[in-house]
């Protein structure tokens, strides 16, 4: 049974920092894509950063510089480092996973950041 756990979530003045971490179980860690999402308020679910396979990264235009995503095969956990944080970065934060040759994504409980001007 697949299982995504995030943590390091939390309140954040602006151009603060924070360190999301997602450790998963179930699964042959280093086969899957891993990545990032988050849903604002009123906003729809967007992809935040992804980590392939073959250890490339992705992520979107808005977060580009400011945020870097990382895992750690050995302890099958991803990383979503977030500096210079900005109010509109105010969302829950959902770790996601896709096994390799699937389509289908496991997805964590999700964790909230709140970033305050």
């Known amino acids: 049974q697949v299982q995504l756990v995030e943590s390091g979530g939390g309140l954040v003045q602006a151009g603060g920092s924070l360190r999301l971490s997602c450790a998963t179980s179930g699964t042959i860690f280093r086969t899957n894509t891993v990545g990032w999402y988050r849903q604002g308020p009123g906003k729809q679910r967007e992809l935040v950063a992804r980590?392939?396979?073959?250890?490339?990264?992705n992520y979107a235009d808005s977060v580009k510089g400011r945020f870097t995503i990382s895992r750690d095969i050995a302890r099958s956990t991803v990383y979503l480092q977030m500096n210079s944080l900005k109010p509109e970065d105010t969302a829950v934060y959902y770790c996601?996973?896709?096994?390799?040759?699937?389509?289908?994504?496991?997805w964590g409980q999700g964790t909230q950041v709140t970033v305050s001007s």
């Open positions: 980590i392939t396979v073959i250890g490339s990264t």
């Open positions: 996601y996973l896709r096994r390799a040759g699937e389509t289908y994504d496991y």
